[in-house]
């Protein structure tokens, strides 16, 4: 399962249930997808197929969309 948090324009911020217990979002966009670690901040984790200029603008959205992501992992896992 892959709940969708939010879309942001192209971009489509989700997680796997049970793929791993660190908080991460991943970033789907048409040309790839990448994966960013929310603590201690918001990181880079990994990425295909995006430019240099999708992924920042990848890791703003996260940023921006940063407490809401935050809600739905705590919703969704319980903790």
Do not use: C
């Amino acid at each position: 399962m892959a709940p969708t948090i939010v879309r942001d324009g192209q971009y489509r911020l989700f997680f796997f249930s049970r793929e791993e217990s660190r908080i991460h979002v991943h970033v789907a966009h048409a040309d790839g997808e990448a994966k960013f670690w929310l603590t201690p901040q918001v990181s880079l984790a990994n990425q295909t197929g995006l430019s240099a200029a999708q992924i920042r603008q990848a890791q703003a959205i996260v940023i921006a969309h940063l407490k809401e992501i935050q809600d739905a992992w705590h919703h969704h896992f319980g903790s």
